[in-house]
């Protein structure tokens, strides 16, 4: 087990210390919920999808500043279609554009968003139905010519080719997958399935899968999981009593290496994570950061109401964390969502409180 420490003795991180941090609360067009971001083409930009009332809502971003702009929502289908999963497209004819998952109506849209006016509404290019025993899809990534999606319908994980439909996989899962992330490593997939507190391992040349338990010391309901730094990495959320403050780390081996955090970040409930952009430069200061890991973990009372809702800047070097920050969102109980890292900021999507959190951290 690798605890957090801090950096130094007086329990300031010095890299972090180099840069300024501030916390601005925008409120976003009315909506039960409010789930998934993500970037717009060309940094113009972000999308976040509101499930109910099923619409995708385009925010601007000053290019100078990188404050958010004046928000604008756009329905999609009908209120009762579910949008939630959002992914950016990369291959040659879905460039510019992302995909959308409507989760309870079994459907995938591919959007042009047409860039960041508000005047220019998105439109649907592509609707692309499920093959059947497809049910509820709600993560969507787009890799090559296929689409990988977990279905909460009916405890699947879907891999499907957007250019031949009929090309497709369903591989059985426990209950519930979540996300789905692919290995940078081993090109192996995984996926977290958070009623079951298991990780389900996929290797799509075989057609193999298999099951990874979550040990119950560490902590329940594995639910974030994106790739990143040679590995994928899981934020696990806790219960409704409380979170365990734990994220691992999966390697080319299916080894998990579980970190947690320290002091008040011992019971955080942790939902979702974000890594800075690669590449990052040495900061003014002079401290060498070009060995170090900074990960943006997002802790949420979803489940419970006694957890805080913040983000958690935390620095790894060595498998071990040497620092970590807690910034409080301005507003508490908001049930924090999910995480966005952006050039100079860092965004929180707040899920019943039809707002976006917005962390200056240049």
């Known amino acids: ?25 925008h409120r976003l067009p009315h909506a039960v919920e409010t789930h998934e971001i993500i970037p717009l083409a060309g940094g ?26 004046e928000p604008t929502g756009y329905r999609l289908g009908s209120a009762a279609s579910g949008a939630h999963g959002l992914a950016v497209g990369h291959s040659p004819t879905t460039r510019g554009r992302v995909w959308l998952t409507q989760e309870y109506i079994d459907t995938v849209l591919l959007i042009d968003p047409a860039g960041d006016d508000p005047a220019h509404e998105p439109t649907v290019v592509r609707q692309l139905p499920l093959p ?7 993560y969507v990534g787009e890799y090559g010519d296929d689409l990988w999606l977990s279905l909460k319908g009916n405890n699947r994980v879907l891999r499907l080719n957007h250019t031949d439909p009929t090309d497709y996989t369903l591989y059985p899962g426990l209950d519930v997958p979540i996300f789905v992330a692919r290995h940078p490593a081993t090109g192996h997939f995984y996926a977290t399935q958070d009623r079951e507190n298991h990780l389900m391992w996929i290797d799509p040349d075989e057609g193999a899968v298999r099951q990874i338990p979550v040990p119950a010391e560490q902590g329940t309901t594995p639910v974030g999981m994106v790739a990143g730094h040679g590995a994928v990495w899981v934020a696990l959320l806790g219960d409704a009593r409380t979170g365990t403050g734990v994220f691992g780390r999966i390697d080319g081996e299916d080894r998990v290496t579980w970190f947690r955090l320290s002091g008040e970040g011992l019971q955080a409930s942790l939902l979702h994570l974000a890594f800075d952009p690669p590449h990052q430069p040495t900061c003014a200061c002079g401290t060498d950061t070009t060995e170090q890991i900074r990960l943006w973990l997002l802790s949420s009372s979803l489940l419970s109401q006694k957890a805080d809702d913040a983000i958690f800047e935390v620095v790894i070097q060595d498998d071990r964390v040497i620092s970590q920050q807690r910034h409080l969102l301005p507003t508490q109980r908001c049930m924090a969502h999910r995480l966005l890292r952006l050039p100079g900021s860092v965004l929180a999507t707040q899920m019943h409180t039809a707002s976006v959190a917005q962390l200056i951290v240049g």
Do not use: W, Y
């Open 44 to 69: 113009e930009g972000v999308l976040i999808s509101q499930r109910e009332p099923s619409q995708l809502v385009k925010v601007p971003l000053d290019p100078v500043t990188g404050a958010l702009g």
């Open 1 to 25: 087990m690798n605890v957090a420490t801090p950096l130094s003795h007086d329990g300031r991180d010095p890299v972090a210390s180099c840069f300024r941090r501030s916390l601005t609360e």
């Open 132 to 138: 059947p025993n497809a049910r509820g899809p709600h």
